[in-house]
């Protein structure tokens, strides 16, 4: 499969997505794979509680899967407007869409 995001990036997606849904015993697994990823221990720790990585593009990409959450990925033209302003580019959107999608097949909210 091809992507544009790093493997760290899509699994701080998929981290900041199972613990905004509550998936807690999925979490513990997710972190040990972003850690293999490459996502720094504090990142990790930040998103296990629900906060914000200190990597600035892991903390839009993050908020990009909150924000599709929150919204059943509906985004109106001024959230893809501030998406793009935080360096997430439309193909990583898309590519964000698609792993936040899977994960709300997975819990069955979708």
């Known amino acids: 499969m091809s992507t544009r995001l790093l493997a760290s990036e899509r699994q701080a997606v998929l981290l900041a997505a199972f613990t905004h849904l509550g998936q807690q015993a999925s979490c513990s697994l997710l972190a040990v794979s972003a850690r293999e990823a490459g996502l720094l221990e504090d990142d990790v720790e930040a998103l296990l509680g629900g906060g914000v990585p200190r ?16 919204s059943s990925g509906t985004l109106t033209g001024v959230d893809l407007a501030d998406l793009e302003a935080a360096g997430i580019e439309h193909v990583d959107q898309i ?15 979708g």
């Open 55 to 70: 990597d600035k593009r892991l903390a839009a990409l993050a908020a990009t899967a909150l924000l599709l959450l929150d």
């Open 95 to 109: 590519e964000v869409a698609a792993l936040v999608g899977i994960e709300i097949r997975i819990s069955g909210r």
